[in-house]
């Protein structure tokens, strides 16, 4: 965690005990992304609807805390990520947010198929190659999977390329259902 997010009474109040909670602590840091205000952006200036990458350490500290690193992130914490990226219209943490969506979409996606995953720690950190853990085409993922992430990802104003990059090498030729499907998404003509 950066320096600018220092353990205090309150931010441990943003030490989750479950996957419940760190998807509650994951709606305080997209309120503080919001509004600019709140406990995850105390002691600096923060504008409203801006992401730094304080907010990302703190998604990213929620989101491998002990208490959920063995446990595959969650929904609920997978649809707060996506109102973050949704929110936060200014951006100053040169990526890592986007790579940190991408990767909590996939840890999600690939569990929830009955996929083996790495611990979040392992699986969310920024030196860690997606490719390295994540399946590597459709087949191995739950269509309803890549229906839910596409519905995520349409008609939302920022588009993450790391994530459509991921869902674009999950869906290969195999998952031909969704395919009209996928303009609305990627903007691309099939």
Request: charged share 20%; net charge negative.
């Amino acid at each position: 965690m950066s320096a600018a997010a220092p353990k205090s009474a309150e931010s441990s109040s943003l030490e989750p005990s479950c996957r419940d909670t760190a998807a509650h602590a994951l709606s305080v840091v997209r309120d503080g992304v919001i509004t600019g205000e709140g406990p995850t952006t105390k002691g600096r200036v923060h504008f409203s609807r801006s992401l730094d990458a304080d907010d990302t350490a703190w998604c990213t500290r929620i989101l491998t805390a002990t208490a959920v690193n063995d446990q595959p992130v969650s929904r609920a914490e997978a649809e707060v990520l996506f109102e973050i990226n949704e929110a936060a219209t200014e951006r100053t943490d040169g990526g890592r947010f986007d790579d940190l969506l991408a990767k909590a979409v996939a840890h999600y996606a690939a569990s929830a198929s009955g996929l083996k995953v790495p611990p979040r720690s392992v699986a969310l950190a920024a030196d860690t190659e997606i490719e390295s853990w994540a399946p590597s085409y459709a087949s191995k993922v739950n269509s309803e999977m890549l229906e839910w992430i596409a519905g995520q990802m349409r008609g939302k104003r920022h588009n993450n390329r790391r994530l459509m990059a991921m869902v674009a090498t999950f869906l290969g030729a195999t998952a031909l259902p969704l395919a009209g499907q996928l303009p609305n998404v990627f903007d691309i003509g099939m």
